[in-house]
């Protein structure tokens, strides 16, 4: 093949291809940066409807598009302090804010600086004699900002420090979650002033990009160099908005070369040398490329001598122990990271791969990419061992927006953990919040990305207004008024059913019956089993893989299919205790004493709630609307229906609340062996703060009484 004088043209065209059908091309490369850009605005306009001054932004290869499914990336948050004015000069001090001063001195390292902390009435530092917190302490006679704060904060999440970021690793099926503490500079970083200036062969970045770039400013992380002399005072500069804007303006054969580098790092080189390079330093080599070579060198035809340039480029950086960071190029990503033996092996690898002119790459294992291209070269399309570009197409789509769904469901969470029990606290905060969404929703522009999060957030709220409207009716009237009634209809869209059935349980309680049975019906026919996906972000959990119909629907739209395939988890606070049936109830006292004091705190507040995962509610909702209607056939439909809801649907968050309420309509039944055995399996699934615990002893004291002989 290596004696085809159009050999790199047809192995650059056909590596194209096998890289389109694993989903690196512009249609899903868009449709991962929305949905990522779409997540992080929803998630900072929680926190800010939370009273809390943060930003949290999504950067890194999911957000970019520059990944795979089978590359697994990590998601990297960076949750950026927004109440700090951090400054490089004197000028931008602002009375009555926590002013901090970058310094950058001798002892400091290119691309790193010190934060000293200021006076907020005065443009003065802070004296020396009076520091406020831990945080801080004194060197070389200024208050300066340690950077161990983010330990403090990760030692209380039970997260794992790995270099600025604070991960959650370890679960099974979730992909693990970095989330670096930042705080953010108005102004571009002084260092990084030239890189405005330099133009390079390639003509890029454009002047117009740099001139957005210059807006952003700079973020400052709290993470050391490697050689630094201040290991616990250092804090890295970071342009990740400004990469973000380059990433961005990247064609599909720089993304792609990118997502090649990465695998290629991954499947040869860090595996054999301790993970010595990074996928940033590959980022950085790419930027370093493009700006140095013509432009039109960036086409698919010539994916792979793209490809061997930056390697060698690579290679260079390795030779020189010095990979420049881009914008700040005395930024060395390479020092103190590379020992003499890695230094040579890592050489010694990418001179083979550099070699074998793309041969390598028919090695490379992440998303069959190895086995495709072979089959994509010497059978074209004839054959194929692995999933056709519309299964990865459709597994990419739903994978983004079941993370959009999750991420509708823990904001949502969030929000109601805010609550207080009190009704009126309840009432006022949940109204709040509506009607600051509404106004919100309002004020943004006709197709902005903040006002599709609006939408998102929005809707699940009224059911729950509604329903604390009715319990206190209920309570009070034993009736349920018009605006409850009203809040419940705005919410009735919020998804497949769990709208549908806050309203249906609110008309149970009441004791309206034929309109319990009604909505039910509705939501029934709206719960299409094939399709609708249910959603519960109340703890962690593995992700099952979706079913067809959700992935399906997922490709062929956007965030605007949510609410017609998802079914997320119906939640009740203990306010709307009054349209709870009494069997539902207990979920919101399954904790004893001592098992609240052993609970996670920030993870585990849902459980004084009655939360209940959507099909199975639907089914004993059913099951007992039939009943207090007389109809058994349809009441025992019902409870079939319900065991197989509990037996076949994979994907329940709350299977032992399933349990427990199906136990109690076995006991209705007056088949307590059954009953009994429901709450066994209850408990195998969650052992403590369960309410099987106290449904085994109610049921065990019903038995022995059924057994006492009578009384002569």
């Known amino acids: 093949m290596s004696r085809d004088p159009d050999y790199y043209q047809t192995v650059s065209l056909k590596l194209s291809e096998v890289l389109n059908d694993i989903g690196v091309n512009e249609r899903m490369i868009l449709k991962r940066r929305r949905m990522y850009l779409l997540w992080e605005t929803m998630e900072t306009s929680t926190y800010r409807l939370l009273g809390t001054n943060m930003s949290l932004y999504r950067f890194g290869s999911q957000s970019e598009g520059s990944t795979t499914i089978g590359l697994r990336s990590d998601n990297d948050t960076l949750v950026c302090q927004s109440e700090s004015n951090v400054i490089q000069d004197w000028s931008q001090w602002q009375p009555g804010k926590l002013n901090v001063l970058m310094i950058q001195d001798e002892t400091t390292s290119p691309g790193y600086c010190l934060l000293q902390w200021l006076r907020n009435d005065e443009p003065l530092p802070l004296p020396i004699h009076h520091i406020p917190n831990s945080k801080l302490t004194v060197s070389r006679g200024k208050v300066l900002l340690k950077n161990t704060l983010l330990r403090e904060i990760a030692a209380i999440e039970g997260r794992v420090i790995n270099g600025p970021a604070a991960s959650r690793q370890g679960r099974p099926g979730i992909a693990d979650q970095d989330h670096v503490l930042a705080f953010h500079c108005k102004s571009w970083p002084a260092e990084a002033q030239p890189w405005l200036e330099k133009q390079g062969i390639g003509r890029w970045p454009t002047e117009d990009m740099k001139r957005y770039c210059e807006t952003t400013g700079c973020f400052v992380v709290p993470v050391s160099s490697k050689n630094g002399q201040n290991e616990e005072l250092e804090w890295r500069i970071s342009t990740s908005h400004a990469q973000r804007c380059l990433m961005f303006s990247l064609n599909i054969t720089k993304l792609r070369c990118y997502i090649l580098m990465k695998m290629i790092l991954k499947t040869f080189i860090n595996p054999q040398c301790d993970g010595v390079l990074s996928s940033f330093m590959c980022k950085t080599v790419l930027f370093h490329c493009i700006q140095n070579t013509n432009s039109n060198n960036w086409v698919q035809s010539n994916l792979l001598p793209c490809l061997m340039c930056c390697l060698t480029v690579l290679q260079n950086f390795v030779r020189q122990e010095n990979c420049p960071h881009f914008v700040i190029p005395e930024n060395n990503l390479m020092a103190g990271r590379i020992s003499p033996h890695n230094k040579v092996r890592v050489f010694e690898i990418l001179q083979k791969i550099i070699q074998s002119k793309g041969r390598a790459l028919l090695e490379i294992p992440f998303d069959d990419l190895g086995t495709r291209l072979q089959l994509k070269i010497n059978m074209g399309e004839a054959f194929q061992y692995h999933g056709t570009p519309a299964q990865m197409f459709a597994e990419i789509s739903s994978l983004l927006l079941y993370n959009i769904i999750s991420d509708i469901s823990r904001n949502h ?259 307590h062996i059954d009953a009994l055995r429901c709450y066994m399996i209850s408990l195998n699934i969650r052992a403590r703060s369960n309410a099987a615990n106290f449904l085994i002893c109610r049921l065990i004291y019903v038995l022995f009484n059924m057994q006492e002989p009578a009384p002569n």
């Open 413 to 671: 969470k969030l929000l109601l953990e805010s609550m207080h029990d009190g009704n009126e606290m309840v009432y006022k905060r949940l109204s709040d919040f509506t009607l600051t969404l509404t106004r919100m929703y309002r004020a943004m522009g006709f197709n902005s990305l903040e006002k599709s999060a609006v939408r998102l957030l929005t809707p699940l709220l009224p059911s729950s207004l509604g329903s604390v409207i009715a319990s206190h009716d209920i309570y009070t009237t034993g009736s349920i008024s018009p605006e409850a009634l009203d809040w419940f209809s705005v919410g009735l869209n919020s998804d497949v059913s769990s709208g549908g059935l806050k309203l249906a349980s609110a008309l149970y309680c009441v004791g309206d019956m034929e309109r319990a049975e009604f909505v039910l019906r509705n939501t029934e026919e709206k719960y299409d089993l094939n399709t609708t996906e249910p959603v519960c972000a109340c703890y962690d959990h593995p992700v099952n893989y979706p079913r067809p119909g959700f992935m399906h629907k997922c490709n062929t739209g956007n965030e605007e299919v949510i609410k017609h395939i998802t079914a997320f988890c119906v939640r009740f606070l203990r306010c709307e205790i009054c349209c709870v049936p009494k069997e539902l109830q207990y979920e919101m006292f399954r904790s004893t004493q001592e098992e609240r004091l052993e609970r996670d705190e920030i993870s585990d507040f849902w459980m004084d709630w009655a939360v209940v995962d959507s099909l199975p509610y639907l089914y004993f909702l059913q099951y007992k609307t039939y009943g207090a209607l007389h109809r058994m056939a349809d009441q025992q439909c019902a409870l079939a229906n319900l065991v197989t809801s509990i037996e076949t649907e994979q994907t329940l968050t709350h299977r032992e609340t399933a349990l427990n309420l199906l136990g109690q309509c076995m006991e209705q039944e007056n088949q």
